[in-house]
C-alpha cells in the first residue's frame, strides 16, 4: 500500500518534470493552462499507476503517454498535429536522455544494477526517479530564468503568417523519429543494453534541436524580411 502510494505520488512529479521540460524547450505558457496542467498530469500520474502496477505492461506506458501528451499540446495549447507531435516527441526525449545518463552514470558507480529496469518500485527505481525529477526542474527553471529555449511554437501560435517551405515535412520527419524511438524504448528497454537507447534517444533530441534551431533562425528572418519589406513600400 505505502509503495503504490509512494509510486504515484511520484509519477506526478514525474510527469510535471516531463511537462516542464517541453513548455521551458519551446516557451509554450504554465500559468494559463494551469489547472489543465495539473489535471492532466494527475491522469498521466493515474494511467502510469494502472499500467505498470495494475496491468502490469510497462512496455506501453510511455508510447501511451506520448499519444497523451500530442493530444493535451493539440486541444490546449492549440498546436497543430505535426508542432504537438514535434514538440511532444522532443521534451520527452529529452527527459529520456536525461533519466537514462542518470541510471547509467548510477550503474557505472556501482550504485544500481541492470535489473532495475524490471521493477516498478524499490529504492533504485525511487532513485533513478527522484534525480530525474529534479534535474528536469532545474534545467526547466534555468531555462525559464535565461529566456532560453525557442519560441517559433508561440510565433506559429500567434500569428498566421506561412512556415518557411519545408519546415512541416521537417517537423514531421522528426516526429515521426521521435514517435519511433519513444517506443523502441517503451518496448525494449528491459531487454536491451541502456547504453544503446541514450544514444538512440540522444541522437533523436539531437536532430529535434536543430530542426528547432533552424525553425528559430528562420522565423526570425521571416519577421525581418516582412518589415524592410513593408518600410520599403512605404
Do not use: C
Amino acid at each position: 500500500m505505502l509503495s503504490s502510494f509512494i509510486y504515484f505520488g511520484l509519477s506526478i512529479f514525474d510527469a510535471l518534470a516531463m511537462f516542464g521540460l517541453i513548455i521551458s524547450l519551446y516557451k509554450l505558457p504554465l500559468w494559463d493552462h494551469r489547472y489543465k496542467v495539473a489535471l492532466f498530469v494527475i491522469f498521466i500520474a493515474l494511467y502510469s499507476f494502472i499500467m505498470r502496477l495494475v496491468i502490469g505492461l510497462p512496455q506501453l506506458d510511455l508510447p501511451l503517454q506520448y499519444l497523451f501528451f500530442i493530444i493535451f499540446l493539440k486541444y490546449v495549447y492549440k498546436l497543430k498535429f505535426n508542432l504537438s507531435a514535434f514538440v511532444a516527441g522532443a521534451g520527452i526525449s529529452a527527459y529520456m536522455v536525461l533519466q537514462l545518463t542518470i541510471y547509467y552514470i548510477y550503474n557505472l558507480v556501482g550504485v544500481l544494477y541492470n535489473s532495475v529496469f524490471n521493477q516498478t518500485d524499490g529504492v533504485p527505481v525511487y532513485i533513478i526517479q527522484i534525480s530525474s525529477i529534479l534535474a528536469a526542474y532545474g534545467i526547466a527553471i534555468f531555462l525559464k530564468a535565461f529566456r532560453l529555449g525557442f519560441s517559433f511554437i508561440r510565433s506559429h501560435h500567434e500569428s498566421s503568417t506561412d512556415s518557411y517551405p519545408g519546415e512541416n515535412k521537417s517537423l514531421l520527419v522528426a516526429a515521426t523519429i521521435s514517435s519511433v524511438t519513444i517506443f523502441l524504448v517503451g518496448f525494449f528497454l528491459y531487454t536491451v543494453d541502456s547504453l544503446g537507447f541514450i544514444i538512440m534517444a540522444f541522437v533523436t533530441f539531437s536532430i529535434s534541436y536543430f530542426l528547432s534551431q533552424r525553425s528559430d533562425y528562420e522565423g526570425v528572418r521571416s519577421i525581418v524580411e516582412a518589415y524592410l519589406k513593408e518600410n520599403k513600400a512605404k
